[in-house]
């Protein structure tokens, strides 16, 4: 446990000082930001509208008409903006030959990915922490639901934790950060559109491609509900990138 | 201390290292000698834990690097070809990363880092972010980091490349000042490198062992003749004719401007030639004794591919 951590602190020290953290930090703040003013703004004249009907005001919902969209986009951010933080982890110490200090220390390499690991899904808490900010116009100008909006919160951490667990695995297959970012990025949208192909397909692969699917799983979390089949697809999700990356750090010293 | 025995490493088909063997004392500099492409890097690889071996046996101070790997690499301070260095790092927190990875408990890694600092000759730059350090600190912070655990055995690949040439005396100097608390094993392509620094060497050429022991013990068990460098001031034609017929003398040439006379071994033909040259007035400049050095060793051993 001391040495992951060991590892982590590195990681995330690396991460704050060097541009990476503050940029994605800022970049996905400002966009969340964007999405979270346009969907109160869009709300609000809605309301202003409903105003007249008192039946129809009876059903606005600020859950429902901003909570809902919003992580919809910031899923989408998450997305585009994780794989640019993973890239390095791996594919950076190969390239300047920092692993051999790793490979050669009384580490395992287990510790040293979840250390990496670990690193990452701070970052990825204090990028989530931070927007979640956010609500507290939400909440001095109306009053949504807290534990709907944890909910999608969780739901969002989730899946940025399932999203970096993939990352890392592209960034331990290759030296350079670009080539490790694309192959992410790839990955992952793959995995979030599998369910189109579901539409196609028939019997037993339909059931597998809906499951596989990353939005599948996601859009319940983003209404509040919380399903334990949910919960073990984004686990497993990332214990399986993580069970791939020990696999490839493995395998690569015996060649 | 360290022993390698019959070690192999293929990566595929090509064979890096074959059924190399050798061991080095407790407290002794070793160097390991050969050109690029020896199988030096891949050597020390083995020997610290990054790779393992295809066959053979590697152990320091008597743990097995591929049983015990956690115990060996407690005890292995390493200084790669390419100094691991994370640049966006100050020389004081990288080396406590190290310490903390290497597993020097909490409490000691302030000492530590201090030893360290002090005996690397970091003092100076200890504040500073190692991408905006000279060369030549970074490959001190190379070394510290190896030392930092103060581990029994240290492992340096090519510690001196890259360097200007008061940077590799520099180097040389500290290295030299670890022997004794330390045992210490580098490689290099650099001939001096071996005679100013290590103990003794091993020579390896395309993965093979092609000598090892102490310098003494090659440098006699490959001089076949012994024999003296004479410069004078005239008479060369006639004291090379005179040479070449007094008994027990191999060979006399001549030599830019200087005569070569071998003989051997089993004689000591030196104070006969003084008193002829004196006797017969050729004007004796200089004498000296001709060793044959580890340069020629290493010379006949790669490029003539003399097995011992």
Redesign the interface.
């Known amino acids: 446990m001391r040495?992951i951590w060991?590892?982590a602190?590195?990681e995330i020290?690396?991460y704050f000082?060097?541009p990476i953290a503050y940029v994605v930090i800022a970049v996905f703040l400002v966009l969340t930001g964007f999405f979270f003013y346009s969907a109160l703004w869009w709300f609000n004249s809605q309301a202003i509208q409903m105003a007249q009907n008192p039946y129809y005001a009876q059903q606005m919902n600020i859950n429902q008409m901003v909570y809902t969209p919003l992580f919809h986009n910031i899923s989408i951010i998450l997305l585009l903006m994780l794989p640019l933080l993973t890239m390095r982890l791996f594919s950076e110490e190969m390239k300047?030959?920092?692993?051999?200090?790793?490979?050669?220390?009384?580490?395992s390499v287990s510790q040293i990915v979840l250390g990496k690991y670990l690193a990452a899904l701070v970052v990825l808490a204090a990028m989530l922490g931070l927007s979640g900010s956010l609500s507290i116009f939400a909440f001095a100008f109306g009053n949504p639901e807290l534990p709907q909006i944890l909910n999608g919160y969780m739901g969002l951490f989730l899946m940025g934790a399932a999203f970096i667990a993939t990352g890392l695995f592209f960034s331990s297959l290759t030296k350079n950060q670009v080539v490790s970012a694309i192959l992410t990025f790839g990955a992952l949208l793959l995995f979030w559109i599998l369910n189109w192909a579901a539409y196609s397909a028939s019997g037993i692969w339909k059931g597998v491609l809906n499951y596989l699917s990353i939005f599948q799983h996601f859009d319940d979390m983003t209404r509040g509900i919380l399903d334990t089949k949910d919960l073990v697809y984004y686990l497993s999700f990332a214990f399986f990138g993580l069970f791939l990356t020990h696999s490839v750090i493995l395998s690569r010293?015996?060649? | 201390m360290i022993e390698v025995e019959k070690l192999t490493k293929k990566?595929g088909d090509l064979v890096a290292v074959k059924d190399l063997s050798f061991k080095v004392g407790k407290g002794k500099i070793w160097g390991l000698l050969g050109p690029n492409a020896a199988g030096k890097t891949t050597t020390m690889?083995i020997l610290?834990?990054?790779?393992?071996a295809t066959a053979g046996k590697a152990s320091v101070s008597g743990f097995d690097v591929f049983e015990k790997?956690?115990?060996a690499?407690?005890i292995?301070g390493?200084l790669?070809e390419?100094?691991?260095?994370?640049p966006?790092?100050t020389v004081a927190?990288y080396l406590h990363?190290?310490a903390?990875?290497?597993?020097v408990p909490a409490a000691e890694r302030r000492p530590a880092l201090e030893r360290t600092i002090e005996t690397a000759g970091l003092k100076d730059v200890r504040n500073r972010l190692i991408q905006n350090i000279s060369r030549g600190y970074r490959q001190r912070v190379g070394i510290a980091?190896a030392l930092i655990h103060n581990p029994d055995v240290l492992v340096l690949d090519e510690p001196t490349i890259g360097l200007d040439p008061a940077q590799i005396i520099e180097i040389r100097g500290l290295i030299k000042s670890l022997k004794g608390d330390h045992t210490i094993i580098l490689s290099t392509h650099i001939l001096p490198e071996v005679t100013q620094t290590c103990d003794g060497v091993a020579i390896i050429n395309e993965g093979r062992l092609m000598a090892s022991g102490s310098l003494e013990e090659l440098t006699a068990s490959f001089r076949k003749n012994v024999g003296v460098i004479l410069k004078l001031r005239r008479g060369h034609e006639e004291a090379l004719a005179v040479l070449r017929e007094l008994p027990g003398v191999e060979t006399a040439v001549r030599h830019n401007g200087e005569l070569a006379v071998e003989w051997n071994p089993d004689k000591d033909l030196r104070e006969v030639i003084a008193q002829l040259v004196v006797e017969k007035g050729w004007g004796l400049l200089e004498m000296r004794t001709e060793s044959l050095d580890i340069e020629d060793l290493y010379r006949q051993i790669v490029v003539g591919g003399i097995e011992q």
């Open positions: 040495n060991s590892i602190k590195k020290k690396t000082s060097s300047s030959g920092t692993d051999e200090l790793l490979y050669t220390s009384p580490l010293r015996w060649r | 990566y690889r610290t834990g990054y790779l393992p790997p956690n115990e690499k407690k292995i390493y790669p390419v100094v691991p260095l994370y966006e790092m927190e990363f190290v903390a990875i290497k597993q980091q």
